[in-house]
T-cell receptor, first 116, second 110 residues
């Protein structure tokens, strides 16, 4: 069964809208979750590491004020794309690690965000 | 820095074996993974191997690791139409960040 649940699967909205994406760990408590972005026909790029109870760690070049991450519980992390613009259109995927960095990450089904 | 590379495309006849290759540039790898992505979907973990292993087999899947050459491969035996997808190798380096390859699109020829 699914280990990670990600919602919504698809969002289409107007420029300037803020969009929230949820990532839930179904099988275990996750102190760490990861957010990736994937442009068409490209690989996954890590945006940030979401840490339960503390601030997220953002990768170089990712605007933390643009992509707000909240990890308030051991089973839920949210990514909010604030004031989204067409260039933010992409496929966003979250993953969950088992807490041990040597364990494989399990991925959600992704959210396709389209900004008009 | 860490770099992971794959061929972009592979076409295989149904029933044949598929071999997807991956090379990486940093020697501090710990775990190496293979993920499958179908259109519009997230990533499905297929298998993974620890860096001190040479081979791992799981049903139709065989992973080979040549750490000296920094080369990883995934062999899919008896390839079926349902195997059509993009396959990503991913390497966990010493900095504990997962770095993905460019992905290989596997096309099955009937």
């Amino acid at each position: 069964g699914a280990v990670v649940s990600q919602h919504p699967s698809r969002v289409i909205c107007k420029s300037g809208t803020s969009v929230k994406i949820e990532c839930r760990s179904l099988d275990f408590q996750a102190t760490t979750m990861f957010w990736y972005r994937q442009f068409p026909k490209q690989s996954l790029m890590l945006m940030a590491t979401s840490n339960e109870g503390s601030k997220a760690t953002y990768e170089q070049g990712v605007e933390k004020d643009k992509f707000l991450i909240n990890h308030a519980s051991l089973t839920l992390s949210t990514l909010t794309v604030t004031s989204a613009h067409p260039e933010d259109s992409s496929f966003y995927i979250c993953s969950v690690g088992a807490g041990n960095s040597n364990q494989p990450q399990h991925f959600g089904d992704g959210t396709r965000l389209s900004i008009l | 820095g860490e770099d992971v590379e794959q061929s972009l495309f592979l076409s295989v006849r149904e029933g044949d074996s598929s071999v997807i290759n991956c090379t990486y540039t940093d020697s501090s790898s710990t775990y190496l993974y293979w993920y499958k992505q179908e259109p519009g979907a997230g990533l499905q973990l297929l298998t993974y191997i620890f860096s001190n292993m040479d081979m791992k087999q799981d049903q139709r899947l065989t992973v080979l690791l040549n750490k000296k050459d920094k080369h990883l491969s995934l062999r899919i035996a008896d390839t079926q139409t349902g195997d059509s997808a993009i396959y990503f190798c991913a390497v966990l380096f010493g900095n504990e960040k997962l770095t993905f390859g460019t992905g290989t699109r596997l096309t099955i020829i009937p």
